[in-house]
């Protein structure tokens, strides 16, 4: 069974950072594409951005355009998000997800999902 876990969310100032990692275990990362999905209190869960199997290939919402960087890591089937300029509007709950599709901005096309994990950043 396919288990995605994100860790690295915190509570950070604005224009500070935070490295989020999705570690995948059950398959291969080989097998997926890999999103990053951001859902704030009382609001609709969002796209943030995307990473294609082999990792050539990267999406991003214009709003975190130039400030996070999605990447396959070094480490074992880990998928990291680099938020480098954080505003107060980032607070979210992040999710990465897993699809066997191409990386696209639709959540609906991704298989399995992580928990989550919490960013908070102050003003």
């Known amino acids: 069974q396919v288990q995605l876990v994100e860790s690295g969310g915190g509570l950070v100032h604005h224009g500070g950072s935070l490295r989020l990692s999705c570690v995948v275990s059950?398959?291969?990362?080989?097998?997926?594409?890999i999103g990053w999905f951001r859902q704030a209190p009382g609001q609709e869960r969002e796209f943030v951005a995307a990473i294609s199997k082999s990792g050539r290939y990267t999406d991003y919402a214009d709003s975190v355009k130039g400030r996070f960087i999605i990447s396959r890591g070094n480490a074992p089937n880990t998928v990291y998000l680099q938020m480098n300029s954080l505003k107060p509007e980032d607070t979210a709950v992040y999710y990465c997800a897993a699809g066997r599709s191409r990386a696209v901005r639709n959540g609906a096309m991704y298989d399995y999902w992580g928990r989550g994990t919490q960013v908070t950043v102050s003003s």
């Open positions: 059950g398959s291969t990362l080989d097998y997926y594409a």
